[in-house]
Structures are given as C-alpha cells and as structure tokens.
C-alpha cells in the first residue's frame, strides 16, 4: 500500500512525537534523575553501582529473549503498533510506579525499573521498524535524523518542566520521585500522535491450517539464516553495532553517577547537565541525518564514533567540573549521530519483507551486548574501588578511582566496534537486500 505525500508526512510526525515523549524517559530515568537516585539513595556507594549495571543488563537480556519471536509475528500480521503498544503501556505504568520506590527498597527500586526498562526497550524495535512504514528509502536518513533531532527535544522539555520543583524543594525527596510520576504521562500524552496518524503500510497474513506463530518464527528465522551470505555486509554491521554500541549505552546510563561520584554534582546540576547534552543531542542527530546523505552513511558513522571516543578519553583525565560539562556536550552531539545513522544503515540493509526482523537483530545486538557493557562497567567499578581500598585509600577515594578505571571500557568497546564497521561495505549491504526483495 502507497499513501501520498501529505499522508506520509503526517505519519512521520506522529512518528517524531512518540520520540519526543520516549527520550524523555531516557532524559529523566537513565540520564538525569533515577540513575543517580537509585545509585546514591536507594542503594549508596560502589554497590549502587554494580546493582545499576545489573539491573540494565537483566532488562536488555529480557529484551532479546523476547523480541525476535514478537517482531516475526509483527511482520506477518502488520501488528508492530499493537507491540509498540503494548511494551509501551508497560514501560509508562512501571515509570509512574518509581514514584513509590524510597532509599533501601532496593529489591522493588530494580524490580520496577526493570520492568518499565523492558517496556522502553521493547518499544523500540516496534518503532524503529515503523520507520519503513513512513518513509522511502531516500527520505530515511534526514527522518530518522529528524526523529532523534525532535526526541533530544521532548528530554529537554520534560527535564525543564521537573527542574523547578527539584531546584525549588532543594532535591526533596518527594520531587525527586514525583518527576517519575510527571515523566510517565509526559511518555503517554506524547505517544498519542502515532498511534493516531502511524498506519502500516505492508498487509498482514492470517495463519495457514494446523499453523501457529511459534513455528512461523521459527521457519522464518530458518530461512533467514539460510540466506545469510547474501546479508554478509549486514552482519558484520551488527557485529560492530554490538560492540560499540555498549560503549555508547555506558557512557550515557553511567553518566549521571560518573557526574555525582567524580564531581560531586546534586540533582540540580545533573539535570542542568543532562538538558545541555539533550540540546547538543538534537543538533547532532539533525545535522548527521544531513551529513549522511551528503558524505555517505557508513563515513559519517565513523567519524561520530571517533568524536565518541574523544570525548570518552577525555573524560578519563579531567579533574573539572567545567571540563564535564564540556565533555557531555560533545558526548551528545556525537552519540545521537551514532544512534542515528545505525538506524538508518539498518533501514537500508534490511529487505521490506523482513523490516521488523531486521530491527529486532538490531535491537538483540544492542540488548545483548548491553548486558555485558553495563554489567562489566559496574562490576570493574566496584572490583576497582574495593581493590584501591584494600590498599588504604579512602572509600569515597577508592570509588573515584574504580569509576575511573571502569571509564577505560567505554573507549576500547568504541575502537573495537569502529574497526570491524571499516570492514563494512555499504553499497554491497544495500545491493543485498534489494536482490533479496526482488527474489522474495
């Protein structure tokens, strides 16, 4: 089914405003808020980190586990809005949930992120593979640019809306959890544009006799990887992905308790921070989108994965509270143009009939190595403190130390990735998948 210009552009904004209300939960849960919070009130020291890890890592496990058998099912009965829905609904009724979560409700404090974690996670591959549904191959780049340009936004806007009450109480604890409360209907009323406007463009198939969705997976995965040596280019791109990408998820869900630990940040100025790096974030995915289409995806990538890495080794020897601000600002307009252009690379790789799978591969690459990243982040951190403590260092002393330390892991996932994606050929990748729709 084709729909016209008009109806398109329509859907691509409903589109952009679920992404709006999506990164707001990443602004105020991952970035800003709960992270520190979790880590320094509900849990405290080196522990609260290790646990950080290990709850974002259940979540991302959860999430591979789950969703190459859902995105089968999505694709063959066009049902990626009733996923996106769904993991949704989820996601917003667990944020609301944190509001109960107080210091040393540590079991309930991870249950509950856990859970809307999923649901955030989840979504994701749904809404990124909406992204074949809303525009052509050459529109791609600059919309899914656009969608992370406007989403940087939406964290903006919900991290000044909670900043106030924060700043106004002194980060009293009811405002601090009531920003997970205001933050989950923020995500809902921002959702409602797409699943208004957002329509599938590919028809949907029932069951054949004596079939079940299960066994469809399954023989659609079999066949998937059946042709796997004509989607090579596409596989070494998720290699990559799944390597540096961890780099990228560690430095934004550790950031805020790199800025609390290293620089002694309270609330107010780890919010303050979080809405600079959300500006520069929503400059970064608009001006690769443009990048990209100009110079090339795959070199594009590359060179928001180096400015990565930059900011990264920096960020390993700065003393100042300055020079952080300095380095979030890069960080942010570098690892939206990351997230940015592999969206878009997938896109391109990926055949029409098997949008939603591909996004899923894209979405288990990331969700699987994001169990490791963070994990190991927080584990090196809290090995690293006890070890600098065993040997008479003060704790807070110690601790800063581990983090430090643990930092080193987001650069060496970064040049890892970075040198198996030069092994990439994109005009090979997108060849694939062309022939491979024109077979199907």
Not at 53 to 80: E, N
């Amino acid at each position: 089914m084709t729909i016209s210009t008009k109806a398109r552009n329509h859907a691509q904004w409903g589109w952009y405003w679920f992404d709006f209300g999506n990164s707001a939960y990443a602004a105020v849960i991952l970035l800003a808020v709960y992270s520190a919070y979790f880590q320094k009130s509900v849990v405290g020291g080196p522990e609260g980190t290790r646990l950080w890890g290990l709850s974002l890592g259940i979540a991302m496990v959860s999430v591979a586990l789950l969703t190459p058998i859902l995105a089968t099912i999505a694709d063959h009965s066009a049902a990626k809005k009733r996923f996106l829905l769904f993991f949704s609904g989820l996601s917003w009724i667990f944020t609301a949930l944190l509001f109960l979560v107080r210091p040393g409700n540590v079991v309930t404090g991870m249950a509950f992120f856990i859970l809307a974690e999923i649901g955030y996670r989840g979504g994701q591959v749904f809404y990124n593979a909406l992204l074949m549904d809303i525009a052509t191959p050459d529109e791609m780049g600059r919309v899914s640019g656009n969608g992370w340009a406007f989403g940087s936004i939406g964290g903006i806007v919900c991290l000044l809306f909670i900043l106030p009450p924060i700043v106004l109480t002194k980060s009293n604890p009811l405002a601090v959890r009531g920003s997970f409360l205001f933050t989950a209907l923020f995500f809902v009323l921002a959702s409602l544009p797409l699943f208004l406007r957002v329509r599938e463009t590919r028809a949907g198939h029932s069951l054949g006799p004596g079939e079940n969705y299960l066994g469809l997976a399954l023989r659609r995965f079999r066949a998937t990887f059946a042709a796997v040596r004509q989607f090579r280019e596409f596989i070494k791109f998720i290699i990559s992905f799944l390597i540096y990408n961890d780099g990228i998820l560690m430095a934004l869900n550790f950031a805020a308790i790199i800025g609390a630990v290293l620089f002694g940040m309270n609330q107010t100025q780890l919010i303050i921070f979080m809405i600079i790096v959300q500006v520069t974030s929503a400059i970064g995915a608009y001006l690769f989108g443009i990048w990209g289409e100009k110079f090339g995806f795959k070199r594009t990538l590359i060179a928001a994965i180096l400015m990565m890495v930059g900011a990264v080794t920096w960020m390993i020897f700065n003393q100042t509270l300055t020079g952080y601000f300095i380095i979030g600002a890069i960080a942010g307009f570098a690892l939206t143009g990351v997230q940015s252009i592999s969206r878009t690379l997938t896109g391109l790789f990926a055949p029409e009939s098997k949008s939603t799978e591909f996004f899923s591969f894209f979405a288990v690459a990331g969700k699987s190595t994001s169990f490791i990243g963070p994990t190991l982040f927080g584990a090196l951190a809290y090995r690293a403190a006890g070890w600098f403590e065993a040997r008479g260092l003060p704790a807070a002393t110690a601790e800063q130390f581990g983090l430090r330390a643990s930092i080193v892991s987001m650069a060496i996932f970064l040049l890892i990735g970075l040198v198996i994606l030069l092994t990439v050929n994109e005009t090979r990748a997108r060849q694939a998948a062309i022939e491979y729709q024109g077979a199907d």
